[in-house]
């Protein structure tokens, strides 16, 4: 290999699963160290360690599971455009992008859902 960097991904029907477990970790860890710092600053002083660790164990599964949901819709579009065009590019990721944030936002109605997609489209162009 000359200069270059290997990076192998799994075949697509497992990249959705390891996508949604490595979102959920990731959530999970960077939750726990938010929820942990903010549940320290919002305790009463005798109580700051406790009153983080309540705050981990109350809010960081929601992060998590907020992070795996976004990995999980973005690897299936991927693994879909993946199928559909018949190669691996980068473009795959940014359409992925588009659609994993419209389809996310889609709750917040047609307008937020068009802004998040192109946010979505635009951080991964």
């Known amino acids: 290999m000359s200069g270059g960097v290997a ?10 699963f390891e996508d949604l477990g490595v979102g959920f970790s990731i959530g999970c860890i960077g939750g726990s160290l938010w929820y942990f710092l903010k549940g320290m600053w919002n305790a009463p002083r005798r109580q700051r360690i406790m009153g983080g660790l309540l705050h981990v164990r109350n ?31 980068p473009w795959n990721a940014v359409v992925s992008g588009f659609m994993t944030g419209g389809i996310l936002a889609i709750r917040g109605g047609l307008s937020m859902a068009f802004k998040n997609a192109f946010i979505g489209g635009g951080i991964l162009l």
């Open 7 to 16: 990076y192998h991904r799994a075949p697509c029907p497992g990249r959705i």
């Open 59 to 89: 809010r960081a599964p929601f992060l998590g599971g907020s992070f795996a949901m976004w990995g999980g819709v973005f690897s299936s579009i991927d693994c879909l455009m993946i199928y559909y065009r018949q190669k691996d590019d």
